[in-house]
């Protein structure tokens, strides 16, 4: 197994509330294998991805649970490892490169930045040349026009499916075994989302490294992934096989999620999920998805349903299943 990740709890603090997020989540990545995590916006997709890495805002804390990543503990690992590992093992694609890139470089600054670090960690001293070749290999890679352009180039000078290919130039190469890639297509024009998708999934088969793909958007996920996880509002609701999962969901939010999903040869608009999702600062006590749920009763709103092994490779929380 190269990441474990078993009941973690993440709460965000404000002046007034603390917002209960992730409620005991786990999941688990292979060697090799591509999981996806699925779900509403806001049911703390990002929050899990960030824990992974320990790179949540100020204000978010891990308050109990376990991550292993490649047999160690990263809860209790020290920051120059934890930053080791970030630069050299995991890279992370987020939703809005410019969060992503440093506004006041050039694109070729970034990625000398990054290269020589992991040049230097080879016992390499790299030259002037031998980093420009580089980074403008790492540009080639990802598919982008006049890459030269690109290299002298600062990222506001760049559209936004260049700014998003960079920065999947980048966290390739700081992933040697786990990519991690979140909502990776979202701020992007309809017309490029499929060609950095299917960029994205070359290059992660061509490296062979592990991936977690976090979408909202369920036809890239059913594409990309092996297995796949559905969380909704910070409880995992089901874990199966990603063909499985779409073809015999088991739990009710993930069969009404996967049915509300628009499709183009449906014959209207479905309804989506009726409700929203719970407050956080006062979350339900049982399933959390009880205020929303056609097949509520009345233990779901006091007893979190435990997760239940209904095959090798399919887990669900429900108590209709208990
Ligand atoms: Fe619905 Fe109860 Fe199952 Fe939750 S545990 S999904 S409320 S039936």
Partial sequence: MLLELTNLHVHYKSYWYVFKVLNGVWLRVRRGERVGVIGESGSGKTTLLKSI?????????????????????????????????????????????????????????????????????????????????????????????????????????????????????MALTSAEKLLLADEPTTNLDVTIQDQILKLIHNLVIQKNLSAILVSHALGMVYQMTDRAYVLYAGDIMEEASTKELFEKPKHPYTQILISSAPRLSSKGISEGIKGKLPDYRNPPAGCRFAPRCPYSMSKCNTIKPEPIELNKEHITCCHLYG
Avoid: H
């Fill in 53 to 169: 890495l320990k790179i949540l805002p100020l204000n978010g804390m891990i308050i109990r649970g376990e991550i292993k990543y490649d047999g160690k503990d990263i809860l209790n690992l020290g920051e120059s490892k934890l930053a080791e590992i970030r630069r050299r093992e995991v890279g992370m694609i987020f939703q809005d490169p410019m969060a992503a890139l440093n506004p006041v470089f050039k694109v070729k600054d970034q990625l000398y930045d990054i290269l020589k670090y992991k040049m230097i960690s080879e016992g390499r001293n790299p030259s002037k040349q031998e980093l420009y070749d580089e980074a403008l290999k790492m540009l080639t890679d990802v598919k982008l026009p006049d890459p030269e352009r690109v290299l002298n180039s600062y990222p506001f000078q760049l559209s936004g499916g260049m700014r998003q290919r960079v920065m999947i130039a």
